[in-house]
């Protein structure tokens, strides 16, 4: 969806950082449930983590403890803080927006996603 756009993505090496960020435009906020969802090719498209007015809500347990998602309201902006980086995280990472609160469950689902960006390339090197 064009209404997203990410940006931060890029190459780093094994334990470095990158963070995030995917800005709003058009009739899309920020104030509901927002997620990131990673992708990397051959495999499903995952969430790994989502945010909503209470916080966050949802985590995967590969990145719990060192990717943080967080929202800047002031500028309807959303990002996701990236430390301790592993080969295991290269993949296209895509910010989505919903427009009801984040479900709490133990997962989060790309289908109950209405609005998406375009991705941003996340390459991790050993």
């Known amino acids: 969806q064009e209404h997203l756009s990410e940006s931060g993505g890029g190459s780093v090496q094994t334990g470095g950082s990158l963070r995030l960020s995917c800005a709003a435009s058009?009739?899309?906020?920020?104030?509901?449930?927002v997620a990131w969802f990673r992708q990397a090719p051959g495999t499903e498209r995952e969430g790994v983590a989502d945010?909503?007015?209470?916080?966050?809500?949802y985590y995967a347990d590969s990145v719990k403890g060192r990717f943080t998602i967080s929202r800047d309201n002031a500028n309807n902006t959303l990002y996701l803080q990236m430390n301790r980086l592993k080969p295991e995280d290269t993949a296209m990472y895509y910010c989505?927006?919903?427009?009801?609160?984040?479900?709490?469950?133990?997962?989060?689902?790309?289908?109950?996603?209405?609005?998406w960006g375009q991705g941003t390339q996340v390459t991790v090197s050993s």
């Open positions: 945010l909503d007015s209470d916080g966050p809500t």
């Open positions: 058009g009739d899309i906020t920020m104030g509901y449930c």
């Open positions: 989505a927006a919903d427009g009801w609160d984040c479900t709490g469950g133990p997962t989060v689902d790309a289908g109950d996603f209405e609005y």
